[in-house]
């Protein structure tokens, strides 16, 4: 069927797309524990120094400069860290609902990135759509296809090898849980320490310990970040390459499958029973 091979070749070209992304959300985010466990070391060096009765000026020069080279790059990672996530995460949730032949996402692109900037809301709505995402693309989910032989000659004529699926990863529900609620205790004690008192020595260094303690938190939630991405990534590898392989008939059957729970969930609304 002529429909479905242009299908498949619209699946092929789009998780590639979210493939790529996903390996530079990965990279931006490695980035930004790396940054964080930078400014927590500078901020760390900062406590000793003013615990010291003489340093030298060229090593508190040095210090600050430093401090002010971890604050200028956060600037502009922080945010370009950002973007790239929710890049990957728009079309992740895009290509995942267009390979759920018989059953889609309940979110879309555009809901998946303003989950992140609704007040309140995206307290809880972030962890709930990546959990959602992370379920949904399930191997389960999808019939195992029939095993294909490895042409490429490595087995010999007398034994043919045959092409193994890659394992997708997984992560559990408290991971992805502990990932938000991280992300946004690194940002609470970010800005608790930017509120705070300075102007003694005691003072700096209390808020020097909250600074390192938002830096801390901020490497967890970035190292969980990037668990997750991997183990969501190789989930949509894995569906894709089920539903790549699935024969003409079995996904006609899921469209089929796809309309009876239509048709079943619009039975159960109010006043629509009637009209099927």
């Known amino acids: 069927m002529r429909g479905w091979d242009e299908a498949r070749e619209g699946w092929d070209r789009d998780v590639r797309v979210a493939r790529a992304r996903a390996r530079v959300a990965i990279v931006a985010l490695s980035a930004m524990a790396a940054l964080s466990g930078f400014a927590g070391l500078v901020g760390a060096w900062h406590i000793v120094l003013l615990r010291l009765t003489d340093v030298p000026a060229p090593t508190w020069a040095l210090a600050n400069t430093l401090r002010e080279i971890g604050g200028l790059s956060e600037l502009v990672l922080v945010p370009v860290t950002g973007v790239l996530f929710l890049r990957w995460l728009s079309r992740a949730v895009a290509v995942t609902d267009a390979l759920g032949i018989d059953r889609g996402l309940p979110w879309t692109p555009f809901q998946a990135v303003t989950a992140f900037f609704i007040p309140f809301l995206n307290l809880v709505r972030p962890y709930s759509l ?7 693309l399930a191997p389960d989910g999808v019939p195992e296809p029939a095993p294909r032989p490895l042409l490429d000659g490595a087995g010999g004529y007398r034994r043919v090898e045959m092409v193994h699926a890659p394992r997708a990863g997984a992560v559990h529900h408290g991971a992805i849980g502990a990932w938000w609620g991280l992300y946004l205790a690194s940002g609470w004690l970010a800005w608790l320490a930017s509120r705070m008192r300075d102007h003694t020595v005691a003072e700096f260094i209390q808020a ?3 600074f390192i303690a938002s830096d801390v938190v901020s490497i967890l939630a970035a190292l969980l970040a990037v668990l997750m991405v991997r183990a969501i990534d190789s989930r949509l590898a894995e569906r894709h390459r ?7 008939e079995e996904l006609d059957g899921r469209l089929v499958e796809r309309d009876r729970r239509l048709r079943e969930d619009f039975a159960k609304l109010p006043g629509l029973g009637s009209l099927q």
């Open 242 to 248: 089920r539903t790549r392989h699935a024969s003409d």
């Open 130 to 136: 990546l959990r959602d995402l992370h379920d949904h």
């Open 208 to 210: 020097r310990a909250v």
